[in-house]
Nanobody, 113 residues
Framework: QVHLVESGGGLVQPGGSLRLSCATS????????VGWYRQAPGKQRELVAM???????RYPNSVKDRFTISRGNANNAIYLQMNSLKPEDTAVYFC???????WGQGTQVTVSS
């Protein structure tokens, strides 16, 4: 069973930045698509970033040009750089390996003044 651990969440003011990390043992991320999703209270979980096995990326319009997904050099970490954060970005953020249906426990991001 794949064990994914997210970290880096917290409280930040509007306009601020956070960098989320998703870590695992070994190089399980290698050659696999990995994504970040988020879920706000009372809302469905939604995709915020995906990086393909060939390192192509895609983002929904709501976060495009503000969020960046990337891989760590050793392929055992995935990052989500979030800039220009807005209150509507408040949610629990999860990383996932879709091919393995593996999810982390999530990390809370709160954007508030």
């Amino acid at each position: 069973q794949v064990h994914l651990v997210e970290s880096g969440g917290g409280l930040v003011q509007p306009g601020g930045s956070l960098r989320l990390s998703c870590a695992t043992s070994g190089s399980i991320f290698s050659r696999r698509a990995v994504g970040w999703y988020r879920q706000a209270p009372g809302k469905q979980r939604e995709l915020v970033a995906m990086i393909s096995s060939s390192n192509g990326t895609r983002y929904p319009n709501s976060v495009k040009d503000r969020f960046t997904i990337s891989r760590g050099n050793a392929n055992n970490a995935i990052y989500l750089q979030m800039n220009s954060l807005k209150p509507e970005d408040t949610a629990v953020y999860f990383c996932t390996i879709p091919a393995l249906n593996s999810w982390g426990q999530g990390t809370q991001v709160t954007v508030s003044s």
